[in-house]
């Protein structure tokens, strides 16, 4: 009888940093959970800024500091990170200041990259996002939802989502001021896989051509039929999970070499 060569190593051990509220039941990351079973081991977290009151202190150190504790409290001494739009900033943030605990890092459509304007796209998405946040709390969600859209882009329906308040704009502050720039990112020497959608703002395309251009082993992927609304691990779990296994597969032998 033919073995199952997949459950011939180790699971890989990753920690999924979705931007969300910390995961209900059925967490975002559920679906390639699913796909990648005996093969890897998700741990999801969200993000500590849901679970403060205005006003409280809230930084980057305080998003990746969560990771740490993450990682500790499951007994893990290396890992991987997934991070997703804000989680991926964080997930940047954490493989700056965690060094060799990370083993590799994925980033879906990061929020941002670093405090410089890196490209013009970059300076204009800035700009557009400033005008969101003048908008009356109402209106900001859904045009965010438009803005993260290529241009002229149907988003697909949302259903009821919570208020924007307070806790977005100590979100927003802190990725406005992340403390590091995108050359700054040349210091992280781990693999990296860039990920964005066809049918997302082209500015998070470019920015993962100039994570790859900084970063000394980074590599940026597109799925053609995706967007920040409709993200690959909830529309096509089943391609990602194998882009995800193969790029962790591929990151141990290279850690270890």
Do not use: K
């Amino acid at each position: 009888m033919a073995r199952d060569r997949r459950r011939e190593h180790p699971a890989e051990q990753v920690i999924w940093i979705t931007p969300g509220w910390p995961p209900p039941r059925t967490a975002p990351s559920a679906a390639v959970a699913d796909e990648l079973a005996g093969r890897a081991v998700i741990t999801e977290i969200g993000l500590v800024v849901w679970d403060l009151a205005p006003g409280e202190p809230y930084d980057l150190a305080t998003e990746f500091n969560a990771v740490n504790a993450a990682a500790q409290a499951r007994g893990l001494s290396r890992y991987h990170l997934f991070g997703f739009s804000a989680g991926a900033t964080v997930a940047l943030a954490a493989t700056l200041a965690l060094g060799d605990a990370v083993q590799s890092l994925t980033l879906l459509e990061a929020a941002v990259i670093g405090d410089d304007d890196w490209h013009p796209a970059e300076t204009a998405f800035r700009a557009s996002l400033a005008a969101v946040r003048a908008l009356p709390a109402e209106q900001r969600i859904p045009a965010c939802r438009q803005l993260f859209a290529r241009p002229g882009e149907p988003l697909p329906p949302l259903g009821s989502p919570a208020p924007w308040d307070a806790r977005d704009d100590m979100l927003e502050d802190m990725l406005a001021q992340v403390g590091f720039t995108s050359s700054d990112l040349a210091a992280i020497t781990v693999p990296v896989l860039a990920i964005s959608g066809g049918r997302s703002n082209p500015r998070f395309r470019l920015q993962d051509e100039r994570l790859a251009e900084v970063i000394p082993h980074a590599r940026a992927e597109v799925f053609s039929e995706r967007s920040h609304s409709s993200p690959p691990h909830r529309a096509e779990p089943a391609r990602l999970a194998e882009m995800l296994i193969d790029f962790w597969t591929r990151s141990a032998r290279t850690t270890t070499t």
